[in-house]
């Protein structure tokens, strides 16, 4: 949706497809009111099928009909171009050819600031996506009497060319003309032509053409002197492309018929626009038009198959990737419709084969004599599964493994077809899928005979600069023709491209092709990079100056840059060194061809292949310390004739065996890195000159590794002891063979317990409870001059424990009377008494084995009770005596044997 600065009343609702473009656009214009006014809303529903614009909840527009063709490749499946993600934009755009370009009065700032208050997105939760595009009804009006188009093709009937009801007049790009139709005829009075051939255009649109139809184009001109003009069919609605190839009569002072038949081979058109274009053709001769007709000579055959071509990206195969026609299968047969399908476009849309199946498409455009390249992308959900391309009847097979892989066969130029058929074979026992299949001319530039027309090219004109082109099979044996009208004020604005040229670093290759002029003038042909390298040319620059006799040009180069699988070929017909033309002159190109050479290697006639390879070598430290130490830094190879070293410069610390090239280290040398300066000498022989290579050696001198060795020993202290203060225990690990100065760092564990750096002791936190406490310590040895530091991490227990109940028990005799038994049961005192008390709750047992029968204990207070009518005498109880313990002692029990005395 867009609002232009200057109608800030209107707002138009545009959807862009197609290739050339296409376009639907609707309006609304607001009732006294402004879009810059105020805040409004603004909607857009996106459906499957449909887009409907709104404003202020309004609908403005709606579409339904669009497509996704490019030219010479063929239309997607409906609703494609918009049934993919897209993104949102809110931006304000300043100039453009559209709304106009700002100038001196244009004001910049707060005053025009683009204020948008939220942006909301919403999806329904369902929507069929089963859709299809609406049915194209092609109601042409009917053509008069005598099957004639053109309105007033005679111009029987005078018009002021001021509107646009049947013939349109207009200038553009410094076209200054005067048109009028009187008398029978129309006039153009040309002041100045302009720069592009439509700067003047009488034209008439609304004129049908029927997909398939044979038509017929014919008028009489004439000029006040001799000249040409281009006649054009074009589609004003779909980027203004050509249904016709353009007529270019050359005209005389003489009137003349001129006539050219074409097929509408493009979807039908209701609108399509006759077009005289009388601009940039070197001439300002004044041009008279009468008799004009379109007529249609032959109704489309319902019976006639579609000649097939090979496409513009050079496959000859139809919908290769899958993306086109009615469930993305267009142009394929397919043996069985329940076996295969085509994924989604988030798998990229991919045929998917279960089993058995078979595509075929036949009568493709592909030829015996020339050299084809075949490829295709393929995947198995099970490893060695196969498929079978049948090309012509040659059979090509690739075994398939669970990942997806590329597959590339050659098909030679000798190759003899038995048809022109493809044909694709699935033998699977699981799902294959099956993508981007190719057939291809397998040369680096494609099509370069132009026998296939302009497929592979792309034709750039400039609107400062004016050209047309054709692809001539009557008098040239299809060669690319070009007519320069003008050739403006650089080299690429009258261009032939073609993209997608593979060129590797390193690589040498042969460019050649044949061309001439009707002028005689230079050319400039090269091979090059995209914009994103720069345009950087990689082949010499080459400029070749043409005459009227075709000459065969050939430039060898060698690709010095990155590898660029896209680069292009780029033919600069515009001004080419200080030519520069506005003469009418036509040039002619033929045969282009780009091969891979083989570089010419320089081999040195007696160059010393003396080699010289250096590696760091090590060296212990220790072991320097002790004696000389030798070391090889330094290999040599292909060394022609006796070799020599000398140490040139360096440390002292090293030295070099004049024969053997060995490296000696002084004996005491510390420990770090050295370099030294030596020269290798190759003294040759007969074949070889001598030669002296200098190096740079280097040896370390490394600290050996530390023998520390650290092992883990338990410790423990008292519950008791740690409640009263902390307690240092003795070091919990023992250290052994440590070089250098020894460190202790707690890396983890237990809070409670901590090391000291020094010693290693490990402290227990006061009032730790009993258990196990465990820590991960961090033992270091610093090292010294000949070893490396080193740390070992050990992890370290420490225990602290409960202490031996202290409780002691001793039995005490206790009497009761006879007479006081014999009428009830008596309670006597704790036969038990304590020397030392017990620590935590004491509890009393009887213990069975060796206790009377007529004592009992109370289990809390370990009193013991006399059973009435206990005759008199001495009884034994033994008791258990328990103590449960606490946080800071063991539970302990003892048994005493206590005696109760009945008398």
């Known amino acids: ?145 005598e099957g004639n188009y053109v309105l007033n093709g005679a111009f029987a009937t005078d018009e002021s060319l001021e509107d646009d009801d049947a013939w349109m007049f207009r200038t553009a790009n410094g076209g200054d003309a005067f048109g009028v139709i009187a008398d029978g005829k129309a006039t153009v009075t040309t002041a100045d032509a302009g720069s592009v051939d439509y700067s003047i255009q009488l034209m008439q649109a609304g004129l049908p053409f029927q997909k398939g139809a044979t038509y017929e184009v014919s008028f009489d001109a004439c000029a006040s002197a001799s000249r040409t003009m281009n006649v054009d069919i074009k589609a004003p609605d779909h980027g203004y492309k050509t249904y016709m190839s353009t007529l270019r009569p050359a005209l005389t002072t003489e009137l003349q018929t001129f006539t050219q038949v074409f097929k509408m081979t493009d979807d039908s058109d209701e609108n399509g626009r006759l077009e005289f274009n009388l601009g940039a053709m070197g001439s300002t001769a004044d041009v008279q038009i009468t008799n004009v007709r379109v007529k249609k000579i032959a109704d489309p055959n319902p019976d006639e198959k579609e000649e097939k071509v090979v496409l513009s990206n050079g496959n000859y195969i139809y919908n290769g990737s899958f993306q086109e026609g009615a469930a993305h299968l267009g142009y394929w047969a397919v043996s069985d419709q329940t076996a295969a399908g085509v994924t989604d476009l988030k798998d990229g849309r991919r045929l998917r084969a279960t089993g058995n199946v078979v595509l075929f498409q036949d009568e493709l455009a592909f030829t015996e004599g020339a050299a084809y390249a075949l490829s295709f992308d393929a995947q198995a959900q099970n490893a060695g599964d196969t498929v079978k391309v049948i090309v012509g009847g040659r059979e090509f097979v690739a075994t398939l493994s669970t990942d997806n892989q590329t597959f590339s066969f050659k098909i030679p130029a000798d190759t ?105 003038r230079p050319i400039r042909v090269v091979l090059q990079g995209q914009e994103n390298r720069g345009w950087a040319v990689y082949s010499s620059d080459n400029v070749v100056n043409l005459t009227s006799e075709y000459q065969t040009f050939t430039d060898e180069f060698t690709m010095t840059e990155e590898n660029d699988p896209a680069a292009f070929l780029s033919i600069c017909l515009g001004k080419v060194g200080d030519f520069e033309s506005t003469d009418q002159h036509r040039v002619v190109l033929d045969d282009f061809q780009l091969e891979p050479v083989e570089a010419e290697v320089e081999v040195p006639k007696a160059a010393n292949p003396l080699t010289t390879k250096t590696a760091t070598k090590s060296v212990s430290a220790v072991k320097v310390s002790k004696q000389n130490v030798t070391a090889t830094p330094l290999s040599v190879s292909n060394a022609q004739g006796a070799v020599s070293y000398a140490k040139k410069s360096g440390s002292d610390a090293l030295s070099v065996n004049a024969s053997t090239g060995t490296v000696t280290v002084k004996k005491g040398t510390k420990a770090g890195t050295y370099t030294a300066q030596i020269e290798v000498t190759a003294e040759g022989n007969d074949l070889y000159e001598a030669a002296s290579v200098t190096v740079t050696v280097t040896v370390k001198v490394v600290k050996d590794a530390n023998p520390m060795a650290v092992k883990a020993v338990a410790r423990s202290t008292t519950a008791p002891a740690v409640r009263k203060k902390a307690v240092a ?32 002791k490990v402290t227990v936190k006061k009032g730790t409870k009993a258990g196990t406490y465990t820590a991960k310590i961090k033992v270091t040895a610093a090292g010294n001059t000949l070893y490396a530091s080193a740390s070992k991490t050990v992890k370290v227990t420490v225990k602290v424990v409960k202490s031996a109940n202290p409780m002691a028990v001793k039995a005490v005799k206790r009497t009761v009377k006879l007479s006081v038994v014999k009428s009830k049961t008596v309670t006597v005192a704790a036969p038990v008494s304590f020397t030392k008390k017990g620590q935590g709750k004491v509890t009393y047992v009887k213990v069975a084995k060796g206790s009377s029968s007529a004592l009992t204990v109370n289990k809390s207070t370990g009193k013991v009770t006399v059973k009435k009518g206990t005759k008199k005498g001495t009884y034994t109880i033994k008791i ?17 044997t206590c005696k109760v005395v009945v008398k």
Not at 34 to 62: M, N, Q, R
Not at 423 to 430: A, I, K, L, P, Y
Not at 730 to 744: D, E, H, I, L, N
Not at 880 to 896: F, M, P, W
Request: hydrophobic content about 35%.
């Open 1 to 145: 949706m867009e609002v232009m600065g200057q109608q800030p009343d209107k707002i138009y609702g545009t959807i862009h497809f197609g290739n050339p473009h296409s376009e639907s656009q609707g309006t609304r214009v607001l009732d006294n009111d402004s879009f810059a006014a105020g805040y409004h809303t603004f909607g857009c529903e996106w459906l499957p099928g449909k887009i409907i614009w709104y404003v202020d909840g309004v609908k403005f527009h709606e579409e339904s009909n669009w497509y996704s063709t490019t030219e010479g490749q063929g239309t997607l499946s409906y609703p494609a171009p918009f049934d993919q993600p897209f993104y949102v934009i809110l931006n304000l755009a300043i100039g453009g050819s559209w709304v106009g370009y700002p100038d001196e009065l244009t004001t910049f700032g707060e005053q025009n600031a683009y204020e948008v208050d939220y942006v909301r997105v919403y999806q329904l939760d369902e929507y069929d996506e089963n859709v299809t595009r609406p049915e194209q009804v092609f109601n042409p009006r009917e053509p008069d009497a």
């Open 880 to 896: 258990k005596v328990s103590a449960a313990g606490n946080a800071l002692y063991k539970a302990a029990s003892k048994t005493v």
């Open 729 to 760: 225990v003795a070091r919990p690990m023992t250290v052994s063979k440590a070089q250098g100065t020894v460190s202790y760092a707690k890396a983890s564990g237990s809070a409670a317990l901590t090391v000291n750096k020094k010693t290693g």
């Open 416 to 520: 003899k077809f038995d048809n022109r058929d493809v044909s694709v074979e699935f033998n699977g026992t699981g799902t294959i899928w099956f993508d981007n299949i190719m057939l291809c001319e397998d040369s680096m530039i494609k099509n370069g005979s132009f026998s296939n027309g302009l497929t592979g090219y792309e034709v750039y004109v400039a609107d400062d600069a004016n050209a047309s082109y054709v692809v001539d099979s009557l008098n040239e044996d299809n060669a690319l023709d070009v007519t320069v009208n003008k050739t403006a004020d650089a080299d690429w604005k009258v261009q032939i491209k073609q993209n997608n040229v593979s060129l590797e670093k390193g690589k040498s290759y042969r460019l050649s092709f044949k061309a001439k002029s009707s002028l005689d």
